[in-house]
């Protein structure tokens, strides 16, 4: 019984000083990688300090860019240097530094990050081309923006909007078509910035049966943004073909941006459609393109059952100028307290209380008329209280509610 004691006490005491000598060795490794880093850092930021020093030299032109290959430089260092200084300048600098990135060869460097096994590197690159605004490598990020990592196929998207060329459009949307609607949401964001040549390119989508709605949906915000009347036909085809409400929606309000006369009958339209966010749109796009040709049919909406679109028609006849003005004044005579209430809010909105009480201490006796007959016309439809707050600031006002009470 001693003699396995003893042999218990012997193993138990030679396996604690082995995982003692373990747990002292990886003490010690941790320490000297740790400190190993540290090293490395230093001598790396050393390094970047002194290519800094050295480009910045280039670029104020006191050195030649045969001394930088001369010195033998760090590719990966210096391609940082380049890239942390340009994104920090602007001008014939930029162009300058960008030009030495080329002249250098380092943009071949970047590009076979491309094809690097490590997603990260990938994604590097596609930022490092885009703020190059290469555009020798556009076929290459095409490729890219397939990759299986989607944050790599985001980078490529972007860089490609950065550099801009037109011909990689087609490209981009035919990754479109397949994307997820992450990747579709950032090329919607992207294509504004090729112009309005990328028309023709995104022309042949705007097919009902093509894209999922919200694809489309992205797509038709695109054209709105180019407001091009050269995109109204498919536009109104959209409109009138889809039985979405958001697609019709959407659909209107671009044809409403474009504000060509072409537009004017399917917005016109619209006025009188069934459904009744049509309309309230519809009354908003009125106002926006200021058709005074359409005071008409605005004036019967101020009496809508829907409150949206009261206010929608209030306020686009707020935008008509004079006219609109006008007529807003002539339907206060309506027994509609809701209308006669929305019509007062929107002349308030819109600055025209303000602009009357402005007006009516001119020296013009045609703005002092016209402002008299809008101040008058708020008084006796009851609204003294709203002109009460420009009364301490304007004396005609508070004598106008004064004669107004003992009349």
Same mark, same amino acid.
């Given at each position: ?141 095409? $490729? ?5 990592? /989607? ?5 490529? @998207?972007? +860089? #490609?909007?950065? *550099? %801009? ?69 498919? $536009? ?5 073909? /889809? ?5 019709? @929606?959407? +659909? #209107?309000?671009? *044809? %409403? ?151």
């Amino acid at each position: 019984m001693e003699h396995l004691l003893l042999i218990l006490s012997r193993v138990t005491f030679q396996t604690s000083a082995i995982l003692f000598a373990l747990c002292l060795t990886y003490i010690i490794s941790s320490l000297f990688i740790f400190f190993l880093n540290i090293f490395i850092k230093r001598i790396k930021s050393l390094a970047r300090r002194s290519i800094f020093d050295i480009l910045y030299r280039y670029m104020f032109k006191e050195i030649q860019g045969k001394d930088i290959q001369y010195r033998r430089l760090q590719r990966e260092v210096l391609i940082d240097a380049f890239l942390t200084i340009i994104s920090l300048i602007t001008g014939e600098k930029q162009k300058h530094m960008k030009r030495a990135v080329a002249g250098l060869g380092l943009i071949d460097v970047i590009k076979k990050g491309l094809v690097s096994i490590f997603s990260s590197k990938r994604m590097r690159s596609c930022y490092m081309l885009g703020l190059l605004r290469s555009k020798r490598t556009v076929d290459n990020l095409t $490729l890219v923006l397939f990759d299986s990592n /989607s944050r790599v196929a985001s980078s490529a @998207i972007i +860089a #490609l909007g950065e *550099i %801009g060329e037109i011909h990689t459009v087609q490209s981009i949307m035919r990754f479109f078509r397949v994307s997820s609607y992450a990747h579709a949401w950032l090329i919607a964001a992207i294509l504004p910035f090729f112009g309005e040549q990328i028309y023709k390119e995104i022309k042949p989508y705007f097919k009902l049966d093509l894209l999922p709605r919200n694809k489309l949906l992205l797509l038709i915000k695109v054209a709105a943004s180019l407001k091009l009347a050269g995109s109204l036909k498919e $536009l109104i085809n959209v409109y009138t073909e /889809s039985g979405n409400l958001d697609v019709k @929606i959407n +659909a #209107l309000i671009a *044809i %409403g941006k474009v504000n060509d006369l072409s537009a004017l009958k399917t917005v016109l339209d619209a006025l009188s459609d069934e459904v009744w966010q049509i309309r309230a749109v519809a009354c908003n796009i009125v106002g926006e393109m200021t058709i005074k040709g359409a005071v008409f049919k605005l004036i019967p909406m101020l009496t809508d059952r829907n409150w949206f679109i009261r206010k929608n028609a209030a306020g686009a006849l707020g935008k008509l100028g004079k006219i609109g003005i006008h007529s807003l004044l002539a339907c206060l005579d309506t027994d509609d307290r809701y209308a006669r209430d929305m019509i007062v809010q929107t002349l308030e909105e819109s600055g025209v209380v303000e602009q009357a009480v402005t007006d009516i201490m001119s020296g013009d006796s045609e703005k002092k008329g016209e402002a008299s007959e809008i101040i008058w016309a708020l008084i006796n439809k009851g609204y003294k209280e709203l002109l009460g707050n420009y009364s301490d600031s304007c004396e005609f006002i508070h004598t106008m509610i004064s004669d107004s009470g003992k009349a």
